[in-house]
């Protein structure tokens, strides 16, 4: 069956970067694309970026150019995305999501909580 | 950008009522290629992902009951549970794919 499985929760200084994973399992993850959303406490989604998994190519909202890299372990079958220069208000569940090309989101990861907190 | 506006915020409504969520983007997510409304629902219970509930904006997933059902196109969408179980507490949101990816503010459903 389609798993996403995303790595444990994280607490960071303001300032510091965070690197999260997606691990994939159950399909054939060339074939998928990955979005990473975030969902600060009692908010709505944000998307954050997405990465063709075949060709590696990114797209990141402007909100977050230059502080968000999406990157994939196609060997692996494993989707990152890196956060740098952490503010409190980067204080979210993060969640990785595949997709197919012209599609929504269908299956997400359980979600990593990252913890911004001096 | 696509701005979402989700509406209302809450919702309560009686056991076996109707719920009706609605969302309009801020211009058509109409795609002519494909002849198909880029809009989603998605329901999230406490502590858990967003589950895709409706795709295409009237399509719905494999294993979604069937008192869920999505209407609407270009600027204007609805999500509507015909008969409200208590299972369905949650929140609800929309998301174009259109351009990128937005979502609505979300929409509280509780039992009245």
């Known amino acids: 069956q389609v798993q996403l499985v995303q790595s444990g929760a994280e607490v960071k200084k303001p300032g510091a970067s965070v690197r999260l994973s997606c691990k994939s399992s159950g399909f054939i993850f060339s074939n998928y694309a990955m979005h990473w959303v975030r969902q600060a406490p009692g908010q709505s989604l944000e998307w954050m970026g997405w990465i063709n998994v075949a060709d590696g190519n990114t797209e990141y909202p402007q909100k977050f150019q230059g502080r968000v890299t999406i990157t994939r372990d196609t060997s692996a079958s494993t989707a990152y995305m890196e956060l740098s220069s952490l503010r409190s208000e980067d204080t979210a569940v993060y969640y990785c999501a595949r997709f197919v090309a012209a599609g929504a989101p269908d299956y997400w990861g359980q979600g990593t909580l990252v913890t911004v907190s001096s | 950008d696509i701005v979402m506006t989700q509406s209302p915020d809450s919702l309560a409504v009686s056991l076996g009522e109707r719920a009706t969520i609605n969302c309009k983007p801020s211009q058509s997510v109409f795609y002519s290629s494909n002849n198909k409304n880029l809009l989603a629902w998605y329901q999230q219970k406490p502590g858990q992902p967003p589950k895709l509930l409706i795709n295409?904006?009237?399509t719905r997933e494999s294993g979604v009951p069937d008192r869920f059902s999505g209407s609407g196109s270009g600027t204007d969408f609805t999500l509507t549970i015909s008969s409200l179980q208590a299972e369905d507490v949650a929140v609800y949101y929309c998301l174009q794919y259109y351009i990128t990816l937005s979502f609505g503010g979300g929409t509280k459903v509780e039992i009245k």
């Open positions: 295409w904006a009237s």
